[in-house]
Each structure stands twice: as C-alpha cells, then as structure tokens.
C-alpha cells in the first residue's frame, strides 16, 4: 500500500517563498512522470509542473520562473520551489506520480498566501 505524503504548505506573506515535498511511504519504481497539480476554491484543478524520468520540465505559464521542479530519484521525492508568491497561487496542491502500471496521488496541502 504505497501512498504519497505531502509536506511544505501553509501560510506565508505575498513574496514569500515555500518548499513543498511529496516522499512515497514505499519504493516505487519506474516513476515516469513526477507532477504538481493545485485547486482553488470554485475553480477546477490545474496542472502546476511536471518532471519527467529522462530530465524535462515543465510549468504553467502562472508559475514559470518564480517555480521550480524538482527530483530525488533514490528517495521517491518529488520537490516544489515556489517563490515571491502571489495571492492568487492559494490553493490545496497535490503531488502526482504516473508509472507504467498506475498513477499515485497525494492527499494534498494547503497553501495560503496573504496579507
């Protein structure tokens, strides 16, 4: 029973910066795709960023540059850099990994920027 833990989410000033991290509770192998997704309020879940297995990256328009991918292929950890944040980047974030037999996904995390 593998499932997907998420850490890093909470409140923080616009401008700000997070380190969000989602660690496997067991080894998984052959983790073709690494991914974030995020859910606003009222609004429906949108990719974030992916990483894949031969290196690529990739970001929605929103987030490119002030966000950063990244992964730890011998901990089964997928990281999110997320800095000078915005109001409008609230929202529960979820990690995503895809493999050759099925997608694991996390229970997601609140992330709340305000003033």
């Known amino acids: 029973q593998v499932q997907l833990v998420e850490s890093g989410g909470g409140l923080v000033q616009p401008g700000g910066s997070l380190r969000l991290s989602c660690a496997a509770s067991g080894r998984i192998f052959s983790i073709n795709v690494m991914g974030w997704y995020r859910q606003a309020p009222g609004k429906l879940r949108e990719l974030v960023a992916t990483a894949h297995s031969a290196g690529s990256t990739s970001y929605a328009s929103s987030v490119k540059g002030r966000f950063t991918i990244s992964r730890d292929n011998a901990k089964n950890t997928v990281y999110l850099q997320m800095n000078n944040l915005r109001p409008e980047d609230t929202a529960v974030y979820y990690c995503?990994?895809?493999?050759?037999?099925?997608?694991?996904w996390g229970q997601g995390t609140q992330v709340t920027v305000s003033s």
């Open positions: 995503n990994y895809i493999t050759s037999s099925r997608d694991y």
